[in-house]
């Protein structure tokens, strides 16, 4: 108690608030960096007293791991043949691609592609940005820039035509003794051969995109290249003036056991010379089926009187004892053009 007159002294937690007169004990004062006495203060140089570690496999002393954990017989292949440290000699690394261009970091990703495109590419005269970007699935402009590296590296050589027509790349020789093809002995004509060969460039490229994994596209220098190299004979034979010749045909398609040879006839060519290339499928073996691609009603026509006229100088009655021939309208024929084809070849 205070006197009369005399002032008391201000302490927070002295007085309940709410009992009254009631006095609370006293309270230690807040100090954070006080402890308990009986707690070690937190020294960082302190050395903690060594524990046990934690370990799953830890087991007691006297109890052996080998009766906990046994061991299963090896297998007879194992005991048969033991393993042998693994050394170089046994994993050879396969060879580094030799770069076709400086591409830094990226010459290991993308070498096989660049390779893949000049494969491609030298399976024809040549070819353009936007068959290239079909055949492999990227944009026109990604196409443009991938062969335009190519160029620079003078593996490909491009051709301009003139203007409004799209550039023509062509396969050159330093390009082609990076695949291991042959070289080429004359520069193609892209003023003669363009809507022909882009067309068969068309061509493989739809059937290679559509056509079953275990079929085989093959082109011209294909066919010449593997009749070449071993046994396979992909020309028929066409006697003329000149004697016998060999014919190859634009695409061979293998699949399922049966040849089938694509024959694209867009440029008009005298009724005799036809009807030679005609009876020389008749008369080969090499093929099921021939199948001619035309751009216009009455060259179908007239291809489907030639075929009926030598299957009748030949004397074959039915369509299964030889070479079976059809007449189908090209790619880019209009749906009238298409249907007019398909009723003419009847």
């Avoid at 820039?145 to 027509?165: C, P, Y």
Wanted: hydrophobic share 40%.
């Amino acid at each position: 108690m205070t006197r009369a007159g005399e002032r008391r002294p201000h302490v927070r937690t002295a007085v309940w608030p709410h009992a009254g007169t009631a006095v609370r004990p006293p309270v230690r004062p807040h100090v954070r960096t006080a402890v308990r006495p009986h707690v070690r203060p937190h020294v960082r140089t302190a050395v903690r007293p060594p524990m046990r570690p934690h370990v799953r496999t830890a087991v007691r002393p006297h109890v052996r791991t080998a009766d906990l954990l046994p061991v299963a017989p090896r297998p007879l292949h194992c005991r048969l043949y033991p393993l042998m440290p693994k050394t170089s000699e046994q994993r050879p690394t396969p060879p580094a691609l030799t770069p076709v261009i400086a591409r830094g970091r990226r010459a290991a990703s993308e070498t096989p592609k660049d390779l893949a495109w000049l494969r491609w590419l030298g399976r024809f005269r040549f070819a353009t940005a936007e068959l290239m970007a079909l055949r492999f699935g990227v944009t026109v402009q990604n196409a443009r820039r991938r062969l335009g590296l190519l160029v620079a590296s003078k593996v490909v050589t491009a051709h301009e035509s003139g203007f409004g027509m799209p550039t023509l790349f062509v396969l050159a020789n330093a390009g082609a003794r990076l695949v291991d093809y042959p070289l080429r002995r004359r520069p193609p004509r892209p003023e003669i051969h363009r809507v022909h060969e882009l067309a068969i460039v068309e061509l493989v490229a739809s059937l290679e995109l559509s056509a079953h994994a275990s079929a085989r596209v093959l082109t011209e220098r294909d066919c010449r290249w593997q009749t070449a190299a071993g046994p396979a004979r992909y020309s028929v034979a066409i006697r003329g003036d000149r004697g016998e010749q060999k014919r190859w045909p634009d695409v061979a398609v293998i699949a399922n056991a049966a040849r089938i040879a694509v024959e694209i006839e867009l440029a008009p060519k005298h009724t005799a010379r036809l009807a030679r290339i005609v009876r020389g499928y008749l008369l080969s073996n090499d093929y099921d089926e021939v199948r001619f691609l035309v751009a216009s009603p009455p060259l179908a026509r007239r291809l489907s009187a030639i075929a009926l006229d030598q299957r009748a100088r030949l004397g074959l009655r039915h369509a299964s004892d030889t070479t079976r021939v059809t007449i189908d309208a090209w790619s880019h024929a209009s749906p009238a053009e298409r249907a007019a084809i398909r009723s003419a070849s009847r």
